[in-house]
Structures are given as structure tokens and as C-alpha cells.
């Protein structure tokens, strides 16, 4: 794999200060914030505070944190693996997402390109436990045991 420094991603240690700082809002306070973010009903795209939560909580269970992004074929966009974990000699591929999905093109397109190096895939997400042929839908609380 080609790796290239100048991708990066950054993300905050403590995900309540990061949330607290991310919706601030002069009209609210931080209890209408958090409620709103527990009921589902803050009108934001929540990628990167789910990717946040699931950043801090596979550095807790002892991970180290790797990100790989590539070009798409017609070379307009990015696909984006948030997470690898090295697991033996095999790479665990790990795509979060905030809401429902219909589809994980990154993941499939990893999946194609490295297929003889990939463990274990993981699609991390706020919905129940399931499985899809080789793709492991997993709940965000579970993400530890990754």
C-alpha cells in the first residue's frame, strides 16, 4: 500500500468537549445540545462526531489509529477507509457512519483492491449487530470489541 503522508485525519480526545465545542450555539444550552444529540433530532451531519467516538474508543482498547483515501476511477473523488487495524498479518478495514446506509462503496472497492490482505471487514454504525456475506455491521457500542 502506498502510503501518503499528507492525509491525515485529526480528532479530539475528549468527544464531550469536542461536541459541546463543535454545536455551540449563543440560543442553546449545552443540556438542549446533548438532548437533541441523543434523540436523534440535531439537524447536522454527525460523521465526524461518530468517527470521533469510535476514534476514542479503538485507541481505549489499545489501537493504533491508520487512515487510507484514494482516488475514485474518474479521479473526482475519494474513497476513505476511517480505520485500519492490524490484526496478524491481515488488515481490518472499518467504515463508520452515522445513520443508516445503503451502500459502502469504500469498503467494496478496499475489499476489490487488497482482497488477499484484509481480515476481517467492519461497517460501525448507530443501528443492531448484523451481517452482510463478508461485511460485519457492527453498533457503535460494540466498536471496543473490534
Not at 480528532?11 to 442553546?28: E, N, P, Q, R
Not at 470521533?52 to 479521479?75: C, S
Not at 476511517?82 to 467494496?108: M, Q, W
Amino acid at each position: 500500500m502506498h502510503t501518503d503522508y499528507g492525509q491525515y485525519k485529526m480528532f479530539v480526545a475528549d468527544t464531550g468537549l469536542f461536541v459541546t465545542l463543535a454545536f455551540w450555539d449563543k440560543a442553546a444550552t449545552d443540556n438542549i445540545i446533548y438532548q437533541k444529540l441523543l434523540s436523534d433530532k440535531l439537524s447536522a451531519d454527525l460523521g465526524y462526531v461518530y468517527e470521533n467516538i469510535v476514534a476514542q474508543m479503538l485507541v481505549a482498547a489499545g489501537n493504533r489509529l491508520f487512515y487510507h483515501t484514494w482516488p475514485t476511477e474518474n479521479g473526482k473523488h475519494n474513497y476513505e477507509i476511517d480505520f485500519l487495524l492490524s490484526r496478524g498479518n491481515k488488515i481490518c478495514p472499518i467504515e463508520v457512519k452515522s445513520s443508516g446506509y445503503k451502500t459502502h462503496a469504500s469498503l467494496d472497492a478496499f475489499q476489490k483492491k487488497f482482497s488477499s490482505r484484509i481480515g476481517n471487514r467492519y461497517l460501525v454504525y448507530p443501528k443492531d449487530l448484523r451481517k452482510e456475506q463478508d461485511l460485519l455491521c457492527v453498533p457503535v457500542f460494540m466498536t471496543m470489541l473490534l
